[in-house]
């Protein structure tokens, strides 16, 4: 992600309904999926947005995200044959992590978060840059008695995340006691809203699905009654920093149309015994013969810090390249997740180098997460 350093090219990019409650805060803007969203805050910066997540509670502006419905009868039965996991092992009020790949590849479209209504609803919120085209092939693909609403625009998101979210999400009569993956419709000052048990920091958590025009006031509500429960606006930088802890992928980086979920070990986001869903046979088959490489965890053992496309090597023979790599503020190490040649035969506790400009440092192989769960 890079500043935004002109006016011009900020005309280019849409913006949240909060942009001005940022802007007054002293954020810093980046473009990400043809937004224009805080990166991080004036008085904290990403080290204390990370750790104000980990420690007490943060409220993160995530309205770039993509909002989609499907409806109709039978929707769901629609779905169920497009994305890749099984909406058969939920019930309404519960959503689900799932994946949109590409029929001839098993590529990855998207990754998306599906909702659950009823049978003749289910709403969708795939990333940012890649709405438009979940849209357009779920549109392409749907009877005439099933319609594909991009909603993009419709509605903002709120993540209020941290081992506090509960207890400010309470302070302020919102519904906080619904399990992991489920979501409840509440009201707040009037104002409709659904509040999601989910989100990605690996913290608890919740995200706050809310109409675009509603936006400022329930924004304004949180940070009035945060106070109390050290509440602090954060940005995508810490994001970033908290979901690569976690070992949660990025799309465009960790997934993509050239990344598979078998290649990305997301295979548990697939209902492999479904009868139809895009990518299946190509799934399968590339499950039987196994992958050419797969997602891993690196840890530095010096002070490296990862980054994305950095290579990395045993002795004279490449074996892989970081997908995303940052600095673990929990950890105080350089963190990774990486594409490993699966011919190299590498496991858990072995070391690689990785190539900083010429320079090798060492990195070791750990499963994530890197820090320890609280999420559910």
């Known amino acids: 992600m890079t500043d935004v350093t002109s006016d011009a090219a900020a005309t280019r990019l849409r913006r949240s309904p909060l942009h001005e409650r940022h802007t007054a805060a002293g954020a810093k803007f980046a473009p990400f999926g043809g937004w224009e969203m805080p990166l991080e805050y004036a ?7 990370h750790t104000a997540v980990r420690t007490a509670v943060g409220v993160f502006d995530v309205s770039h995200l993509g909002k989609a419905r499907v409806s109709g009868p039978a929707a769901a039965d629609f779905v169920n044959a497009c994305l890749s996991n099984d909406l058969g092992r939920i019930g309404p009020g519960r959503a689900q992590y799932t994946l949109c790949c590409d029929d001839a590849t098993g ?10 209504y009823a049978d003749d609803h289910v709403f969708l919120i795939p990333n940012a840059a890649n709405t438009a085209e979940v849209v357009r092939r779920l549109r392409a693909a749907a009877p005439e008695s099933v319609t594909v609403t991009d909603e993009h625009e419709a509605y903002a998101v709120l993540a209020v995340q941290g081992p506090r979210s509960a207890d400010l999400l309470g302070a302020l009569g919102l519904p906080t006691e619904h399990g992991y993956m489920s979501f409840s419709a509440a009201s707040l000052d009037g104002v409709e809203l659904t509040v999601c048990r989910t989100g990605y920091t690996g913290e608890l958590g919740y995200e706050l699905v809310v109409p675009a025009e509603h936006a400022v006031a329930v924004w304004d509500a949180l940070n009035a009654f945060g106070e109390a429960f050290e509440l602090r606006a954060c940005g995508l930088a810490a994001r970033d920093t908290l979901r690569t802890e976690m070992g949660y992928p990025l799309h465009g980086q960790d997934l993509s149309l050239d990344i598979t ?19 299946r046979d190509a799934l399968l088959a590339e499950k039987a013969a196994g992958p050419r490489r797969t997602l891993r965890g690196l840890v530095a053992v010096d002070r490296a810090i990862p980054r994305p496309g950095m290579t990395l090597h045993v002795g004279d023979e490449q074996v892989g390249e970081v997908t995303s790599g940052t600095f673990s503020p929990t950890r105080k190490q350089g963190i990774a997740l990486a594409l490993l040649n699966t011919d190299a035969n590498l496991t858990d506790g072995d070391e690689v180098e990785i190539d900083i400009r010429g320079r090798r440092a060492p990195l070791t192989l750990q499963k994530p997460p890197f820090v320890n769960p609280s999420v559910k």
């Not at 008085?43 to 947005?49: H, S, Y």
């Not at 590529?107 to 659950?116: C, E, F, P, Q």
């Open 107 to 116: 590529g990855v479209v998207d990754d998306i978060i599906a909702y659950l």
């Open 43 to 49: 008085g904290g910066g990403v080290l204390k947005e």
């Open 261 to 279: 979920p078998v290649q990305a070990r997301s295979g548990w986001a697939v209902g492999w015994d479904k009868p139809a869903f895009w990518g």
